[in-house]
């Protein structure tokens, strides 16, 4: 493992702590990639800031203000036509693994203290993808444009078990009507998951309402 590799498992098993992402900066420092380096000081110092502002006022005297404005310009550079800003680049291993990913995502709100932190995306691409992308980012919050499928069977120990479609772990959880965000939560628990359309769970074909009490040795997925 790299030093590179070993700083940046350090800031994901830490993400509340920006001690590991200041190291980690001054290791791009060294590393000829002073950009990236200042993006990650700027963010933390930012998000310590006090700032009352809805909107970065740039003629404001505002410490928060400025740091904003100097985030987003580092995030959008360079503006040269053909060349992708660093927020693209930033972004990866999302275009590597086919997502798409538009222009507005690359603004300071997706970004926190440095790192992606926030992503919308399909709950498929989501599902298919997202070990690859927490091994790269301290991602926080994920809204789910789609609702994921979740699989429903009764537990020997009486209790349900959940299991989102394309994942391997069942989770043990009390019955509950909203089990697609309790099996969400079950699965990435360190992470805020919205979907944007929790209804729509109900409306599908395979939607499962509570299965009847069944002996264990009758369980079936």
């Known amino acids: 493992m ?46 310590r800031a006090k700032c009352g502002h809805s909107l970065c006022d740039p003629v404001s005297e505002c410490a928060g203000c400025q740091l904003r404005i100097r985030e987003r310009g580092l995030l959008y550079a360079p503006e040269i036509d053909g060349v992708p800003c660093n927020g693209y680049r930033w972004s990866e291993p999302l275009h590597e693994l086919g997502i798409q990913v538009g222009s507005w995502d690359y603004r300071p709100e997706t970004f926190w203290r440095g790192f992606l932190a926030c992503l919308e995306m399909t709950a498929d691409h989501w599902i298919a993808h997202c070990d690859a992308i927490l091994a790269q980012h301290p991602i926080q919050r994920v809204k789910l444009t789609t609702v994921p499928i979740v699989r429903v069977r009764r537990a020997a120990s009486g209790l349900y078990e959940f299991r989102i479609e394309g994942r391997e772990r069942w989770h043990h959880m009390q019955w509950m009507a909203m089990y697609v965000h309790a099996a969400c939560e079950a699965e990435w628990p360190r992470i805020a998951i919205e979907i944007a359309d929790p209804s729509a769970a109900f409306r599908r074909p395979d939607y499962q309402p509570a299965p009847p009490p069944l002996e264990p040795s009758h369980a079936t997925e």
């Open 2 to 47: 790299t030093d590179g590799a070993a700083l940046l498992k350090a800031i994901l098993a830490n993400r509340d702590d920006d001690t590991p992402r200041l190291v980690y900066a001054d290791w791009l420092q060294e590393n000829g990639q002073g950009e990236r380096a200042e993006f990650i000081r700027v963010g933390c110092d930012a998000a």
